[in-house]
């Protein structure tokens, strides 16, 4: 995962390829997994809070893809299906509302 947000941080420095999010190209509104690519070129960039601040929920994704194989993952599939079904779900809502404020379509 450190290799590849490094080769995508030195990718985007070379040559940005713009909006990849195609609901955002075509309609202006951000998903809620919008600044994911951000959080990896930040993280790759070493800087940390700039990566929070682009999408938190993508960002406690990929920390907690990148743990589970040291037992935490576990936990995940323990729950019944409903529960994790109600936790993405609320993290879903929660990072689109994110991104609403963000990028300024939702005022606060």
Not at 16 to 30: E, K, S, Y
Not at 90 to 108: D, M
Request: charged share 10%; glycine share 12%.
């Amino acid at each position: 995962m450190a290799v590849a947000a490094v080769g995508a941080s030195w990718i985007h420095r070379v040559n940005d390829p713009g909006v990849l999010c195609p609901l955002r190209a075509l309609t202006g509104i951000p998903c809620p997994l919008c600044g994911g690519t951000t959080v990896f070129i930040e993280l790759g960039a070493g800087h940390p809070a700039r990566a929070l601040l682009a999408n938190p929920v993508v960002l406690a994704g990929a920390i907690g893809f990148a743990v589970a194989p040291l037992g935490p993952g576990r936990r995940w599939w323990a729950l019944a299906p409903r529960t994790r079904s109600w936790v993405l779900g609320i993290a879903l809502v929660g990072s689109e509302l994110w991104q609403l404020v963000r990028f300024g379509v939702l005022p606060v």
